[in-house]
């Protein structure tokens, strides 16, 4: 697996995480979030099983008003079994295998929880690598794991295998006409002759299964064309001992309010 990792720039553990002490408890906090918005709103949304929470439930408070899925978008990151996982010794452990001699660090604010919803482009995240995005250290990992069974009608994200090992790309600030805003505004510089170079692989997860992902791994949301939200946690550790991480002491970006490129102005095409 290391070799493949270092190889690929990812790998996919399944059942990496336990199911019924790990995973259960954040479906179940996040069934009980929904279940107070929708009650706060008078939303009638049904949440009487975790299932119907995450598919109908959600989609029934985001249909009355999208804000109000954002409020649940922000709470759920905060679901104290979320932060356990994010942080459990078990990630720690694997971070120093794939990256030898490593002191490894959490990132600050770069950890959450995704609802793609339908056919909603605004928060799809472009061809990126991860680095410009969060920063920290080059060669940090994300770790990708989904909340509900993933399908290939939901957009699963997709990966160029490989493509971590032209190094870090620059990138050019573009909305895609959609209003993004912050990471999502990145676009590759010469983005469609950088992808023509790589194949692209689109995994198939379910809860428990986590995707380990280099840093400068080429990767983007797939496009949800089914009828209920892509459910993932996503969260990335870094390595404190990497003269990159060191001399830009180790700062974030959008997930701080920190724009890269006053940090590292030669990422900006
Ligand atoms: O899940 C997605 O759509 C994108 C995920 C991503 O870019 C990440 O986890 O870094
Ligand atoms: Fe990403």
Redesign the pocket.
């Known amino acids: 697996m290391i070799k493949d990792f270092n190889d690929n720039g990812y790998i996919i553990i399944p059942g990496f995480f336990d199911i019924e002490t790990q995973v259960k408890p954040i479906q179940r906090g996040i069934q009980r979030i929904i279940a107070m918005v929708a009650d706060k709103y008078g939303v009638d949304a049904p949440c009487d099983t975790v299932e119907l929470a995450m598919t109908k439930g959600i989609m029934a408070i985001a249909q009355s008003d999208r804000s109000r899925a954002a409020e649940v978008y922000d709470a759920v990151k905060q679901i104290p079994e979320f932060m356990q996982l994010v942080s459990q010794p078990k990630n720690a452990d694997i971070f120093r295998e794939l990256r030898p001699q490593s002191d490894p660090g959490l990132a600050a604010g770069g950890y959450g929880i995704?609802m793609?919803f339908p056919s909603e482009d605004k928060f799809?995240?472009f061809w990126?690598q991860?680095f410009p995005a969060q920063l920290r250290s080059p060669d940090g990992i994300?770790f990708?794991t989904p909340l509900m069974p993933v399908t290939s009608d939901m957009g699963p994200?997709e990966l160029c295998p490989g493509s971590h090992k032209d190094g870090i790309v620059p990138v050019v600030k573009d909305d895609g006409g959609a209003g993004k805003t912050g990471a999502y505004a990145l676009r590759l510089h010469e983005e469609e002759k950088r992808l023509a170079k790589y194949e692209s692989v689109a995994p198939l997860t379910q809860p428990g299964d986590l995707i380990l992902?280099d840093f400068l791994t080429l990767?983007?949301?797939?496009a949800n064309r089914s009828d209920q939200p892509?459910w993932?946690m996503?969260f990335r550790w870094f390595n404190f001992n990497h003269p990159v991480g060191r001399q830009i002491g180790w700062k974030g970006a959008f997930a701080e309010g920190v724009d890269f490129a006053t940090v590292l102005p030669e990422l900006l095409a």
């Open positions: 995704r793609d799809r995240a990126h991860e994300v990708w994200v992902m990767h983007q949301s797939g892509r993932s996503q």
